[in-house]
């Protein structure tokens, strides 16, 4: 029986979940059922790439396309498009699969101008609030529902993704399929113990440690974890905090680490290769994002077993269970913060349920065979039907 063959387009494989979802799939589907062929354009000098990290397994080498950046740029754009649209054209998919904006667009035209049976696009999170002005993100969101025209299914990765799509008309309900984030969680299930990780970084063991695992770019909002961290500081002096990730923020958020006091208590890592070893060493992970996917970090963090804080925004709901796995705050809140971070650091038996509860929730629904078996099935079906649109949709874009 032929392959299902799949041509996977993802904007940049910078370091985050989309890259690593593209990455999993592109090595892990069966392959006696299906071809892969990876498109990815470049990234931005401080977002990192995943595959330096040795996150993703070595027969992950995407075909590079350096104009499909993050970047609008109507020439690059047009570029990408003529050269993605070509590579469809020889490879002949079955199926296009888009991960991210500029590839979501440029991937599914392609797709459709070079007559592929399905095209399937993933949300990653909502990009309808919170990074761009009001007319922005609404010639955004027009677009999407002109793009959704010439889409087989939509793939959204919370619940309240998929809520979001429906109530904003991105597409039909019909075309929406809900599959979680899944990750390679096996390294931090097997992560050392708290004792050892800070024997291997040099931490005392008696020293609380607050960490944060994120791009340094604005929607994560690191000043409020900052400003939240002081606050805790206060009431407990010997408090050290690690902040992980890099990004266009960094060296303003270093400068307000220190204006406001956090002083040698608080250390920027940069991007690294050791999280298990990381996670395993802090008493709690933060988060202060105002707007969120499916958090990575929080996952990685809860198969390691620790307690986590963060805000209540988009999908993070769906995966910080309440109380049970952690806490949840108002964003822009760096009290509520600094308050749930601080009850966990005075309550072992409280972090200690936390991290037990989040271990085994994260373990049952975000691991990687669980989303290739769902991508799987959706393909399946797709092959299955003649998915295609009429020619005539391409021309609404």
Not at 317 to 335: A, C, E, M
């Amino acid at each position: 029986m032929r392959r299902i063959r799949i041509l996977r387009v993802i904007t940049r494989m910078n370091i985050g979940g989309p890259a690593i979802q593209a990455g999993l799939l592109t090595a892990m589907l069966d392959p006696a059922r299906f071809e892969t062929l990876l498109v990815a354009g470049a990234e931005g000098s401080r977002e990192g790439n995943i595959l330096s990290l040795g996150r993703l397994p070595s027969t992950v080498r995407p075909l590079l396309v350096p104009e499909l950046g993050r970047r609008i740029a109507p020439a690059d754009d047009l570029r990408a498009l003529w050269k993605v649209t070509a590579i469809a054209r020889a490879y002949r998919p079955d199926i296009v699969h888009t991960h991210l904006a500029k590839a979501g667009f440029v991937g599914r035209i392609a797709g459709r101008l070079a007559g592929a049976q399905a095209i399937v696009h993933t949300y990653h999170g909502s990009v309808f609030h919170g990074y761009f002005g009001r007319p922005e993100s609404a010639l955004y969101l027009g677009v999407e529902r002109a793009l959704a025209h010439v889409t087989s299914r939509i793939v959204a990765i919370t619940p309240q993704g998929s809520e979001e799509l429906a109530r904003l008309r991105v597409a039909p309900a019909a075309k929406i399929v809900e599959i979680p984030l899944g990750l390679d969680l096996a390294p931090f299930r097997d992560a050392p113990d708290r004792l050892a990780a800070r024997s291997l970084l040099g931490i005392s063991p008696d020293e609380p440690l607050v960490g944060l695992v994120a791009r340094l770019v604005p929607i994560k909002d690191v000043l409020t974890f900052l400003k939240a961290m002081a606050l805790v500081i206060a009431d407990i002096p010997q408090l050290a905090v690690m902040i992980v990730g890099d990004g266009e923020e960094r060296a303003r958020l270093e400068a307000a680490a220190v204006q406001i006091g956090l002083g040698t208590r608080c250390r920027f890592l940069g991007w690294r290769a050791d999280l298990p070893v990381l996670y395993a060493a802090m008493d709690v992970l933060a988060l202060s994002s105002i707007n969120e996917g499916a958090p990575v970090s929080v996952i990685e963090a809860m198969a390691t077993g620790r307690p986590v804080v963060a805000t209540a925004v988009g999908g993070v709901p769906d995966v910080v269970l309440d109380g049970r796995t952690g806490f949840l705050v108002p964003p822009r809140d760096p009290k509520a913060l600094s308050a749930a971070v601080s009850a966990i650091l005075c309550d072992r038996q409280v972090a200690d349920s936390f991290g037990k509860e989040g271990r085994r929730n994260a373990l049952a629904r975000f691991d990687a065979p669980r989303l290739v078996a769902d991508i799987e099935r959706l393909y399946a079906s797709l092959a299955a039907s003649d998915t295609r649109g009429p020619s005539e949709n391409v021309a609404r874009l």
